[in-house]
């Protein structure tokens, strides 16, 4: 047993587990012993019940494993509390089905100023595309939109199109698109932000998607009760990722707004996991913006709430064309995508990052736009010198044989996700795999390819885009099937998948001396499951349900 203050009476001790450290020096035990917020003692179940006191609190794991809180290292906190509350369309196909689910939904929300849905497969009408017509049937007198799974395109009926103002269409940005119908209105289809943005305002959870739209903050301020229910939907966006086993959230959106509402939580009653959120650095910023990022950083750096990182996005994504590919679409080729940034913007903003000391994590799907950014980490080297940086590039749904090896060479990351491979879990194998095409399949969602080539590969959902279980995850990335048997297999084994979402994920945060392991002198972070993941066959994964999180010593859910 590895025992650090023994003699002391620990505040909580998990015992009866089959406990997996993911510390290589002391990989397995029976118990565990917090006091004070740490880890005091691993070992077995005798030397760990020497550590109860008349007050200390006892877990019993009856048999179940006992692992490093998960580390969601890619996700959308605040508007994923918000999508909580909304009609969920996953899984639904045909016109029937959609049309009763939004009546149904339309039914018990009399009231609702703006209906909107979520998770909608881009096939939900087989190969027919969704245009407002089809929503104008089924629900012609209110405003009604609904997303995608991956967030980036939706479809609105004509009511909301007319209220935001934009069924004549509008001028976008860059990689925005109001597409338009041969009537010359607005079809319906909107892809990218600027373009869904004026119809989800009209929902009134303008605020819950600052973070992402525009990295600014509200104008005008929130009064004190819009204040307290944006804090509600924080809460609840934190209960559902503690309810999953989640202790340690890498927010991929973020405004000084949301690190302000987190704070406030904090103070009010603690968090119930440690939460890094970001500035987002949108492509008609200018570089003196990044004095936000830095001021941040400063404020908010405690073991509870950071900030320190800038997220970009440099491309969409493949389902709508909006991803930046090297060569043309397989379906479409006289394009290859349009990216958010020039080039030489890019490399200009990250060597502005880089100089102040601040993580990047860049959206980048297609190959172009992985190419691009690894290009703008390169640069950065060049000018700044090299130093442990981290930089993030974010899926890498597709990549090239030649840029593979440069993400070890330049100590980057590969933020990846599971549940993202259609077919791996969720999603549609149809129309990704086509848009793809099969000479790009043995290089797309590559994650053991680029683990082989020596790159740290973290782990996340991309919650709500994805289910935010980061079991299914672990799953999905254990069952992972090639698309064509000439494909290199790109599933993972169950220690390397955990290690993705536990010790990678500290890796990703400058945190591995601290978390994502359970050793002595470590912060409490824990799960307990239902049962020991390591005899459960990969196909039944999903039946385990995470029973206890403890977070900082504390139970912060309990099944």
Known sequence: MSVTGAGRNADLIVIN?????????????????????????????????????????????????????FIEAHMH???????????????????????????????????????????????????ERVTRHHLDAILPDRPFCMA???????????????????????????????VMGDDGLAAGELREGEAFGPVLDLAGEGRVRLGLATGGEPDPMPSAAERAADRDIM???????????????????????????????????????????????????????????SAMAERYDSEWLSSGMVKVFYDGVLDSWTAVMVEPYADRPDWVGEPLFTPQQFIDLAVAVDKR?????????????????????????????????RHRVEHIEVTTASDVPRFAELGVIASMQPPHPPGAMDFPLEPTVSRI?????????????????????????????????????????????????????QSFSLHESLAAYTVEGAYAEFAEHRKGTLKPGYLADLV????????????????????????????????
């Open 17 to 69: 587990g089959r406990v997996l450290t993911m510390d290589e020096g002391n990989p397995v035990a029976e118990a565990v012993a917090v006091k004070d917020g740490a880890i005091i003692a691993i070992g077995s179940g005798a030397a760990i019940e020497e550590l109860k006191g008349p007050a200390t609190e006892v877990i019993d794991a009856k048999g179940g494993s006992v692992l490093p809180g």
């Open 77 to 127: 906190l605040f508007s994923g509390g918000a999508e909580l509350a909304h009609l969920q369309l996953g899984g639904v196909h045909g016109f029937e089905a959609l049309q009763k689910a939004i009546r149904d939904y339309a039914s018990i929300r009399p009231n609702a100023a703006m209906l909107v849905a979520q998770g909608v497969d881009y096939t939900v009408l087989g190969a």
């Open 148 to 178: 995608a799974p991956d967030h980036h395109t939706m479809w609105a009926n004509t009511r909301a199109l007319e209220m935001a103002g934009i069924l004549h269409g509008r001028a976008l940005g860059p990689g925005n698109e109001i």
């Open 235 to 293: 809460r609840r966006g934190l209960a559902w990722c503690a309810r999953h086993g989640i202790t340690s959230i890498q927010n991929m959106d973020g405004n000084l707004y949301q690190l302000e509402l987190l704070a406030e939580i904090e103070a009010e009653e603690g968090l119930p996991c440690r939460v890094q959120i970001p500035f987002h650095y949108k492509n008609f910023m200018t570089l003196d913006m990044l004095d936000k990022a």
């Open 357 to 389: 000391g601040l993580q990047i994590a860049v959206h980048s799907i297609g190959d172009g736009a992985v190419r691009a950014v690894l290009d703008g980490y390169e640069a950065v080297q060049k000018a700044n010198g090299k130093r442990d940086s």
């Open 437 to 489: 095409g099969p000479a790009r399949w043995p290089l797309s969602y590559a994650w053991r390819t680029l683990k082989n080539a020596g790159a740290h590969v973290v782990f996340a959902s991309d919650w709500p885009v994805s289910p935010i279980d980061p079991i299914l995850g672990i799953q999905a990335a254990l069952l992972r099937k090639p698309w064509a048997e000439s494909d290199p297999d």
């Open 528 to 559: 307990v499951l239902s049962a020991d993941i390591e005899k459960t066959a990969p196909a039944d994964l999903h039946k385990l349900r995470p029973v206890t999180a403890i977070c900082g010593g504390k139970v912060t859910y309990q099944a």
